[in-house]
């Protein structure tokens, strides 16, 4: 006979406790709630409220709280910390901010560009010329 099977209750509650660490509690997925909250709740009142006088600024502080919110999600709803799975939940979670990175600095790169590169006002005077041609 197996071990597995001489001791099926001491299995069975070894089996509820590890379940049981891995996964959140009520009062966890309500913490994690509250901030995922609080952190949706700044960006807007700061967009909003015109808080900060440069847009520039705005918008680095709204992708700071972003990359935040993303590290709470996965802690208190992915249940990642460097213990679980052997250490692979770090390596996704290192995963995730480089991915995060590049998203973002390549998302104000288009941005920036965009705002650069299509402004109405910057237009070249032949241009200007030729629209007010009849």
């Known amino acids: 006979m197996s071990a597995h099977q001489e001791h099926p209750a001491h299995d069975a509650g070894h089996d509820d406790q590890h379940m049981h660490a891995d996964h959140g509690s009520f009062k966890s ?76 600095s390549g998302s104000l790169w288009v941005m920036y560009h965009l705002n650069h590169n299509m402004m109405p006002g910057i237009m070249p005077d032949s241009i200007r010329e030729m629209r007010n041609m009849p």
């Not at 808080?51 to 520039?56: A, G, T």
């Open 29 to 104: 997925y309500l913490t994690g709630f509250v901030l995922a909250v609080i952190l949706t709740a700044i960006p807007f009142w700061l967009v909003m409220g015109k808080v900060f006088d440069k847009s520039s600024t705005t918008g680095l502080v709204v992708l700071g709280l972003a990359a935040i919110q993303v590290i709470v999600h996965m802690v208190y709803f992915l249940h990642m910390n460097g213990k679980s799975e052997g250490g692979w939940s770090m390596l996704a979670l290192l995963f995730t901010v480089l991915i995060v990175v590049i998203m973002m």
